[in-house]
């Protein structure tokens, strides 16, 4: 019966695929070529979002909006210095024992290449020419190069980024003016709560993520000071700043406590140290952020790991930190359109569960056998 089914084919446009690929094609290589300019205005942007609630907060008490926009900066400043003041001392007492920790670190990449050549017949690897090969590769490759680009860009955009914020959240309203003049009359008000909602989920988003690296920080440090690692709160709170790159950072901020305690203790404590961490990432994947960013800006893992990759490939690190909040907020524009709302769906939740459509219709999943033995 099944073949007797008579299915409408799909239409298909060469003139409009043309246009797709070279629209992407060229916006990949705009974004590119802009990053210098894009990536410290998303930044701040993103920080706008979240000073805003704040800013809003003292225009109420009657504070005027650019005395109430640098109260903002002062308190943000006040924690940031917070922050460099702990991880500072932090960092002083390890830099203190790096001679120590550097020999230990000499002597078991010694033991590796002694088993090495232990299992590799007819060779000859020693610590001389490993290090000599290493210091070829770093002086060759464009790695140097590229870390003073990215420190240069760094502090470029240190400078650039509060410029921003401060005018993004001065000019808010005529921006805003501004925008809904670019849309039809009849669909500002629809317009109007886009914007909204683009906020409200930049802000969600950037608070939730700032909540959920305060409660890894905590929750990752306590595990080291049970464990027993040295500066347990710098190497906590350092996994949980990390964490902001998802999966790749996770990995990095639960290796650097590990080789710690494998070079300071014992293999087993750094077993330990990876357990505790690979916990706390299972309690903050599957309860913290559903509950605290939530499913209707939280992104499905496979869009999660593709704004991951396309990220670092256009933007490098920044990309890395910025598409994850980008793709939440395309998210929530596609949901507003209803050509796009396949993408949104796509994006979301829509594609871990089990429901299909078939036919136009609903697809009920069978019953398990077991269900039906015990009925």
């Not at 979002?49 to 900066?73: A, N, Q, V």
């Amino acid at each position: 019966m099944e073949n007797n089914l008579q299915f409408t084919k799909l239409p298909f446009s060469v003139e409009t695929a043309f246009y797709i690929v070279a629209f992407l094609v060229l916006f990949v290589f705009a974004i590119i070529e802009a990053k210098g300019l894009l990536i410290p205005f998303t930044y701040s942007v993103l920080i706008s979002f979240i000073l805003y609630p704040m800013c809003k907060f003292f225009e109420k008490k009657g504070i005027p909006r650019i005395l109430s926009i640098l109260i903002c900066f002062f308190i943000v400043i006040l924690g940031l210095f917070g922050l460099f003041y702990f991880f500072s001392t932090q960092v002083v007492s390890i830099v203190r024992e790096f001679e120590d920790f550097r020999g230990k670190l000499l002597g078991l990449v010694h033991q590796g290449i002694e088993q090495y050549n232990k299992i590799v017949p007819n060779s000859k690897l020693d610590d001389e020419s490993l290090l000599k090969k290493a210091q070829t590769w770093l002086t060759e490759s464009s790695l140097l190069s590229g870390t003073l680009n990215q420190t240069s860009n760094f502090f470029s955009g240190l400078i650039l980024v509060p410029i921003y914020v401060f005018l993004l959240l001065l000019y808010r309203t005529g921006i805003r003016k501004v925008l809904l003049r670019f849309v039809h009359t009849d669909y500002r008000v629809a317009f109007t709560h886009l914007l909204a909602d683009v906020q409200q989920v930049g802000q969600k988003y950037i608070g939730g993520l700032i909540t959920i690296i305060f409660i890894i920080g905590l929750l990752d440090s306590i595990a080291l000071w049970i464990i027993g690692v040295d500066s347990p709160f710098f190497f906590g709170f350092l996994a949980a700043c990390l964490a902001i790159i998802p999966y790749v950072g996770t990995g990095v901020g639960a290796l650097l406590p590990a080789l710690y305690a494998l070079m300071n203790h014992s293999p087993t404590m750094a077993l330990y140290v990876l357990i505790a961490f690979w916990a706390v990432q299972f309690v903050e994947g599957n309860f913290l952020t559903p509950k605290i960013i939530g499913g209707e800006v939280s992104l499905n893992p496979l869009a999660a790991i593709l704004s991951l990759v396309t990220g670092g490939f256009v933007w490098g690190v920044s990309g890395m930190v910025l598409f994850i909040p980008l793709a939440a907020i395309l998210k929530i524009v596609c949901q507003n359109y209803k050509e796009l709302e396949p993408i949104s769906g796509l994006m979301g939740d829509e594609i871990t569960q089990g429901d299909e459509i078939i036919k136009g219709k609903e697809h009920t999943p069978r019953k398990p056998f077991w269900k039906k033995l015990f009925k």
